[in-house]
Each structure stands twice: as C-alpha cells, then as structure tokens.
C-alpha cells in the first residue's frame, strides 16, 4: 500500500479530463496527442488537489483514502449564483481544463468549471504497483462515488469562500465517450447534485461482442475504400503466414508477436480515421492506390506509419500484451488500465463479424479473452450483463440527460440513440460527425480552439447540434434556479 497517497489529511481545489480524445481499441488518448493538447491549449492546468478521497465506497469498514487530482477555471463564474460546470475525466492523465466548446458554454452561462482525475489515472495513483490485486478498486462504480464526494467538497469550499452555509449552486455534468457514460450515469445515480448532463458519445452499452463498430467502420469508408481495406485485410494475413518478420517490419511493428495484436493495431488505424471525422486521410489514397494498380499493402503502411503513428502519435507498445502486463506505474499505464476496466466492466470486444468484415477474423472473441488473462491472470472476465443491469444500457432511464453522437462514429452502437421525452432525455444526432465532435470541434489534433466547428466536414450539422445543447441546458439550469432555496439549488 502507498501510505503517502493513502492519507487523510485536507487539501483543497481541483481537474480536467481529455478522454474526448480516444483510441478505438480502448479510448484511451495517446501520449503524443495530449503533449499537443497541453501546447497553450488549457484554460488552466495548476495542479490542485482532494486529499481525502475514500478507496472503498462500497466498505464500512475499509476506511483508507488516496488524494485525486483536479483543476478549476474562474474566469466566467459569476459570483455566488452562477452554475459550476463538472468536466469529468475519463480513462487517461488530466494535464488541466482544456480550451474547447464546454469553455464557450462556460463564458455563455457564467460558469465555473472544475475538473477530476478519474482514479488510478495520471497522478491519481493510489497504489505503487498496479499488479492486478491492487486494481480491485478500478472501476466506474467507484469512479461515480468519487466525483459525488468531491461535487459536496467543492460546493462547500466555495460556500466558505464566499462565507455562506447551506447554498447549493446549480451543476452540470460533461464527458465524452467513456467520461460521457459517466456523465450519463452520474445523472442517473445522483439526480439530486446535478442539474442536467451532457454525455458526448456516452459508450453506455456494455457489449460483449461490438461486431457493429467494424460494421460501422465498412459503412462510414463507403464501398470502394471498404473494398480496399477488406483486400488489405486478406493480403496482410497471406504475408504473415509466409513472412510475419518482414511484414510486421513495413508497419514498424516488429516486436507485436501475437498476430491478433497485429492485427488489431491495423484494425485500429483504420478505424480511427472514421472515428474522428477524416476518412480521407485513409481512403483517398488506398482508392488512389488500387486504381492505379499499386501495392495496396504499402500504401496502408505508409497512411498507418505516417498519420496512425505520427500524427496521432500512437504507441505500438500499446497493443503488446507483453508490455500490457508491466505493473510500474508510467506516463504509459493508462492502457493497461483501461484493458482492465474492459476486462472486467464493459468489453466492447471489437471482434470481425461473420460476414463482410474490414478486420480480420483473429481478432474474436477468444483473443479477447486469452488476452484478459494473459495480462491479467485467472479470472478476469467482463460481466457486462451486470453492468447493464446496474446502469440500464441504452435503456439509462436518467432524467434531464442529452446524448450527443456522429452518424459516422462506430461508437455511436454502445450509446443511447433514441429520445425519452417522458424522463426527460434527449439524443442529438450530429450527420457525417465523428466521435465527440460537439464538445472538441475540428481537428481534434491538433486541438481546435474553442472546439472550433469550422473544419469540420459538416460544419453546419455540428453548429445545429451545439444550439439544440444550449436550448436544454438554458432550460434545465433555469429549473433549478427556480426551486426553493431551501431544497437543492439556489
């Protein structure tokens, strides 16, 4: 046990989260991407810190504490009544508040907005070692926990701040992708601190087989970019059979024994292309290649090497199940953490469908599993009907929610799709959008300023979006100024 994280001593102020950028296979952000991210991209990124965060929610008896990063940015609030925005951070280090589309809202509203490190990530490490025993306490029912308990401890700091006692201001919940799940869920477990959520491409649904994501993966690339890359597929599977040395050499993925992992790192290049909105980058010139009668296989290890790799600055050690096992904790460990919250919590198991697929038919279910155990040893399987049943799946009956998604995101199967107007709960469906496109706007690397819809490839669908978001929340904040000041909100 880490006895200098686990104490119990108070602190005070708080974070941010950057899970809006995400890679398919885990959603995690690569390292490169959040170095460019922290380029005078932040509206603030001075550490701050909550010392007295329970391990165990769920023990009356496990009484330790760890701290948990955080940041806050003041600049809009308006003091005392306006509403404090909760930006939750998902499944990667939080280097501060991120100058995106929730600071526009924020100077709109005239709100604070705050931000924590989700346990276990980034500086948030309650342990020494993160060997799969001291992992038991990784997961989003604890992480929900958290941030109510922090919500009450920032609400009271600043009520001693502004010397008050007893006022609550008006919150509002962010995330996007897995932090969207858990805005959405927050809302759902605590409906009494928040006033409404946003979940950004909220992956809701556990899903034990994600055949739609590949599925949505053909259907986004359209029919001859789809073509080329299932070619590619088949061509890669023939040279590794006859040469696997040479051919993971030419994607500068040498050292990826396992096939599966081979193959999922190219599985994951291609579909990251769709994911975030540029689906040239990858098909125009893979069309280009195959009409011209060229190698297709190079031409994918050109796009994977220069735009997968560079641009996007992803590790390939991220897909070695070897290197997934190291249990020191590095600027590289929240993908052994995500794995684990999927080998435990929620899957999304991206294997190839029967039929038609892009990807290749290792990647199934049973390399999924082979490597859950691999990395983390007997007995670690994903329950997902458990978690579907704790939080609803696509069925989250949470009031005052809006979920946001793009028609070309293969994530947008694992999110609620469909309006209760009756809780109330809105979907909002972004055409020819990409994954979180409401929140961090066009490009995502390097990031767009202000979440900045100008470069999108629908700028006008992400503007509309962005209008129906401000309409509900304008009318959920208002309902909770409106209540007596002796209930909840002022």
């Known amino acids: ?35 460019r991210l922290s380029e005078g991209r932040y ?11 329970t391990l165990d929610h769920f023990s009356p008896y496990d009484h330790r504490q760890f701290r ?51 346990r276990y990530y980034g500086k948030t490490t309650p342990f020494d070692s993160l060997a799969t025993e001291n992992l038991k306490y ?23 701040k502004l010397n008050r006692k007893e006022i609550e201001n008006p919150w509002f919940v962010f995330g996007g992708s897995y932090s969207g799940a858990l805005s959405a869920w927050f809302r759902l477990k605590f409906p009494h601190l928040t006033c409404g959520s946003l979940a950004s491409s909220a992956v809701v649904l556990a899903v034990y087989n994600f055949t739609e994501f590949d599925q949505q993966v053909g259907e986004s690339a359209g029919a001859e970019c789809k073509a080329a890359l299932q070619e590619i597929t088949q061509l890669v ?43 040239d980058k990858l098909c ?32 390939v050690l991220d897909y070695d199940q070897n290197y997934l096992k190291k249990t020191a904790i590095s600027e590289d460990s929240s993908t052994r953490l995500w794995w684990f919250q999927v080998c435990t919590e929620v899957a999304y198991f991206q294997v190839a469908p029967s039929n038609d697929s892009i990807r290749s038919s290792k990647i199934d279910t049973k390399y999924h599993l082979d490597l859950c155990k691999n990395v983390f040893g007997e007995g670690v399987f994903p ?6 049943l704790y939080y609803g799946g696509t069925k989250v009956a949470g009031s005052k929610i809006i979920f946001a998604n793009g028609s070309q995101d293969p994530w947008r199967h694992a999110s609620k799709q469909t309006s209760s107007p009756d809780l109330p709960s809105y979907t909002i469906t972004c055409d020819n959008c990409g994954h979180c ?18 470069n999108c490839s629908s700028p006008d669908a992400v503007h509309k979006a962005r209008q129906k978001i401000q309409e509900h929340m304008d009318l959920w904040l208002s309902e909770c100024q409106q209540q007596d000041t002796g209930r909840s909100f002022i």
């Not at 509206?43 to 965060?53: A, V």
């Open 1 to 35: 046990m880490r006895q200098g994280w686990l104490i119990s001593t108070a602190a005070s102020s708080l974070f941010i989260f950057l899970s809006f950028a995400a890679v398919s296979h885990g959603l995690v952000p690569p390292r490169t991407l959040l170095n």
């Open 43 to 53: 509206l603030n990124s001075t550490e701050l810190w909550f010392n007295n965060q």
């Open 68 to 118: 948990q990063r955080y940041y806050e940015f003041l600049d809009y609030f308006r003091i005392p009544d306006g509403p404090i925005f909760l930006v939750i951070c998902g499944e990667g280090p939080c280097s501060g508040i991120v100058n995106d589309y929730i600071g526009v809202l924020a100077k709109k509203f005239g709100a604070a907005v705050v931000s924590l490190e989700h």
């Open 138 to 160: 990784l997961s989003s029912k604890q992480a929900l926990f958290d941030l109510a308990v922090f919500r009450q401890y920032y609400q009271d700091s600043l009520n001693a």
């Open 237 to 279: 599977e023939q040279k590794l059979a006859t040469n696997g040395k040479a051919i993971r050499a030419s994607f500068n993925a040498d050292h990826l024994e396992v096939d599966g992992d081979f193959m999922y790192l190219l599985a994951d290049a291609a579909a990251i292309a769709f994911q975030y909105g540029n689906p």
């Open 284 to 315: 125009k010139p893979l069309v280009e290649a195959k009409k011209a009668g060229e190698d297709l296989v190079d031409a994918y290890a050109k796009y994977v090497k220069e735009y997968y790799l560079g641009t996007f600055g992803v590790n």
């Open 383 to 388: 329950d997902v009907d458990a978690t579907n």
């Open 437 to 454: 496109v409401d929140i961090r706007g066009c490009p995502q690397s390097p990031l767009a300023l202000e979440g900045s819809e100008k």
